[in-house]
């Protein structure tokens, strides 16, 4: 038996609500170890999957919870890197449902946010998960924004989000007392979620169906196997070999990838194309002081500028009662870096020799060094903050939590902005599907995601 699984041999019994995310305490890891389940039904002590999932974020997580409901005869695995489930990109996104208002009419994107945001509202109401539907406001200060907001509204009909409206700045007011502004998109569809409770309620489905997650197994080698494992049963049934970085291995006949900020990774280890490269940006969000909260009910968002390749700086309410302010956007030096000076010498080297950044600099030069100083300077960003909210100073706002975004780039340094999905050639590649673009809106589209990511499988894997 493989070192890794060596431990599953007991079933992992689930009881609904017992455990925060949805996991009941026998199934909790103890501190600092890792989260290991599995469901009966099948032998939990084996390390041969027929499919298995490589990441276990919201994506990976609903894509797992997908193909088990669909093919409950097969056996599915998911690999988790960390010791915990959902922490990176899904653990430190703003929490917003999108409604799909931004993306261009027919793209994946558009589709996908549309569709995957009711979908949310469904499970959420299913699950007895709490939400918030607190609206959004797309709010234009300039005289110049509103040919530009009224082309995004006119997106956003193309785009099917229901309920949308033009208002004026009386009706503004209204929905805001606190922000000015000339006209707005009213955009009540729009709410906000715990989407790391979300990805667990995802895992604790994926779980109670029969599938099994191991974290803390970080994927150094995808290869196919030379030979059939010893005392195996299953001979070649299971060709294809995933090694950690301890040297244990599990085996299967299918791989999908959803790895997030190391898809280009994954995929080259697999021996596929490792482009679009992952660039990392970091954003920085400030939080409005306890007291101040009044002053914002929704979320509150910029008119977007087509020239620059971020929503901007924005208001957005939390489940736990706070207010996000953000987030700005620069680079990250590490894929993980949440901290200014997180840096890793093989992240950059990545960044500087194998992508586009540096052609992406040059045409967003100005953007990015106004980026870098809103980073530094508090009231750079206050001031920005008060051409919708005047009330708001330096002393009303806190630091907050960063997050990493896993931005793909092509060697031309122009952002690839809609999902991508591939796979390879030879043996081991007509058996891997690499996600390997997931942007924002991901979370609000994981389960129309997952389900496209389930058709596919099927469809090439002939499941």
């Known amino acids: 038996m493989v ?13 609904r609500g017992g455990f925060p995310g949805g996991f009941s305490a026998a199934c909790a890891p103890a501190p600092g170890k ?5 469901q009966g039904g099948r032998r939990a002590s084996t390390s041969s999957f027929d499919v298995v999932i490589i990441g276990g974020g919201i994506v990976g997580l609903a894509s797992a919870r997908a193909l088990i409901l669909r093919h409950p005869a097969l056996s599915i695995g998911v690999l988790e890197k960390e010791k915990d489930l959902a922490i990176h990109q899904t653990g430190h996104n703003s929490g917003v449902i999108h409604s799909g208002i931004y993306y261009k009419p027919e793209s994946l994107k558009a589709k996908l946010c549309v569709q995957g945001a009711a979908l949310i509202y469904e499970y959420c109401n299913q699950k007895g998960i709490s939400y918030k539907q607190c609206g959004k406001l797309i709010v234009a200060v300039e005289q110049e924004e509103i040919p530009r907001l009224q082309a995004l509204y006119e997106r956003g ?28 998109i009213d955009c009540p569809y729009t709410g906000i979620v715990d989407y790391r ?28 196997a030379k030979e059939s494992p ?10 294809i070999v995933i090694r950690n970085t301890k040297g244990e291995e599990v085996r299967c006949q299918y791989v999908v990838t959803c790895a997030g900020l ?23 969000y400030l939080l409005l002081k306890p007291e101040k909260r009044y002053l914002v009910k929704g979320n509150i968002y910029p008119v977007p500028d087509s020239r620059f390749p971020f929503l901007g700086v924005h208001f957005t309410p939390r489940m736990d009662g706070s207010i996000w302010l953000g987030p700005n ?18 992240d950059i080297m990545d960044i500087i020799i194998k992508s586009g950044l540096i052609k992406l600099v040059f045409q967003n030069f100005s953007y990015g060094v106004n980026e870098m100083y809103k980073a530094c300077f508090l009231s750079a960003t206050v001031k920005h903050l008060q051409k919708f909210i005047p009330e708001i100073t330096v002393s009303d706002i806190l630091r907050g939590p960063a997050g990493v975004r896993a931005q793909a780039l092509d060697r031309d340094g122009n952002l690839v902005e809609d999902f991508v999905f591939d796979g390879g050639v030879g043996v081991i590649g007509n058996r891997i599907l690499h996600v390997r673009n997931a942007p924002s809106p991901a979370a609000t589209s994981s389960l129309a995601i997952s389900g496209m990511i389930a058709d596919e499988v099927q469809q090439r894997f002939k499941l």
């Open 3 to 15: 070192p890794a699984l060596r431990y599953l041999g007991s079933v992992c019994g689930l009881a």
């Open 34 to 38: 890792p989260w290991l389940l599995c």
């Open 157 to 184: 009909l193309q785009n099917g989000v229901q309920d949308l409206r033009l208002i004026q700045q009386e009706d503004i007011k209204k929905k805001e007392p606190y922000c000015r502004g000339l006209m707005a």
């Open 197 to 224: 409770q979300v990805a667990l309620s995802f895992a604790q489905d994926f779980q109670e169906a029969g599938g099994c997650v191991l974290t803390n197994f970080e994927v150094e080698d995808i290869e196919m």
């Open 230 to 239: 010893s005392r195996s049963k299953d001979g070649m049934k299971y060709p």
């Open 262 to 284: 190391y898809s280009d990774r994954i995929s080259e280890l697999s021996g596929c194309n490792p482009n679009p490269r992952i660039v990392p940006f970091r954003g920085d």
């Open 329 to 346: 956007a620069v680079l990250a030096f590490k894929r993980e870096g949440y901290r200014p000076f997180d840096f890793s010498a093989r």
